[in-house]
């Protein structure tokens, strides 16, 4: 099979994937659709298997398909690292992928990517917002360089540094911190609780605790990005379990308030990478200014 394999089957492979449709994957490449049938049906062709079941509004991944996502990954990533490692190292080039949680990334990040940026301008920067384990998902099929999780995977096949404590906490407005003060938690029963979604850590941590602490909220408020459920806490929508840095200039302002609970919570945030994925020297690189940023001893390469 290896002879007959080309880097570009697998390009298109991982276009329709991602794009869920051959015609916006063609888009996507630069290519006509009749090209992109013909690149799946090689590989489908190659693996003995269907990858792609045609729904409705375009493809979904097969059995198989799902399993040749990873293999695709690491054969375009392995092409893109010999191409860079090949290239003129006195100013390192390349890409680097990260999936990080969108208020990790707005509260503990932005001054280190504005360093490395600084220090390789040819370097490239990709970084998507995810949740702890979708961001797993996608170290472990190798569809990034780097994943940051709010807690060890545990995971055989992957390495965990650890980076930060963050200390997380409940906040609401002030007219219903004033009631919780008042009359106490028990408040909290059917107010709603304001999340990431049921795939953050985050809301299972506070789904978890409450119920220790008797509460039961009302159905959640899922909101995509951090400014979103600040918003809706200042405005006595409900509450929101978030770190506290993230809230820092708030509380002080006074815009809304903690709620004490019996049990302090934290999570600890750490930099996770596939055991066999091939980094690329822009990726050591990127690795390396991480670790020491948190001052967590780099390994040696």
């Known amino acids: ?4 394999l080309e880097g570009r089957y697998f390009k298109t492979f991982i276009a329709v994937l991602e794009e869920k449709s051959f015609s916006r994957a063609a888009d996507r490449l630069g290519y006509v659709q009749s090209t992109v049938t013909t690149h799946i049906k090689l590989l489908e062709g190659l693996c003995n298997q269907k ?18 996502e990873k293999y695709a990954n690491q054969y375009i990533r392995l092409g893109n690292c010999i191409q860079e490692e090949m290239s003129d190292l006195d100013q390192a080039r390349g890409t680097v992928s990260l999936r990080v949680q969108e208020s990790f990334f707005l509260t503990r990040m ?19 917002s995810g949740f702890n384990q979708n961001i797993i998902d996608k170290v472990l ?3 990034v360089d ?9 995971r055989h096949e992957v390495l965990f540094y650890p980076l930060v404590q963050e200390k997380l906490i409940l906040v609401a407005s002030n007219h219903l911190s004033q009631e919780v003060e008042s009359d106490g938690l028990h408040v909290l029963n ?30 959640a408020l899922e909101l995509p990005s951090l400014e979103m459920i ?14 506290e840095v993230s809230v820092k200039e708030e509380l002080e302002s ?25 980094l690329s020297y822009a990726a050591k690189l990127f690795r390396n200014a991480v670790l020491d940023y948190y001052n967590v001893k780099p390994p040696t390469f």
């Open 146 to 154: 780097f994943g940051i999780v709010p807690r060890d995977p545990q």
């Open 190 to 219: 059917n107010q709603t609780l304001i999340s990431f979604g049921t795939s953050c850590l985050y809301h299972s941590q506070s789904s978890k605790v409450l119920e220790e602490e008797g509460i039961l909220t009302a159905d």
């Open 1 to 4: 099979m290896v002879e007959l």
């Open 51 to 68: 990858l792609f079941h045609r729904v409705a509004r375009g493809v979904i991944p097969t059995e198989a398909g799902l399993k040749l």
């Open 254 to 278: 006074g815009e809304f308030k903690s709620l004490q609970l019996s049990t302090e919570l934290s999570s600890l945030h750490g930099l996770i990478v596939n055991k066999d994925r091939e």
């Open 141 to 143: 099929n190798h569809g």
């Open 110 to 128: 932005t001054e280190l990517i504005q360093f490395f940026i600084n220090e390789h301008p040819l370097i490239k920067l990709r970084i998507e």
């Open 230 to 243: 600040k918003q809706s806490v200042k405005q006595g929508i409900g509450f929101a379990m978030i770190p």
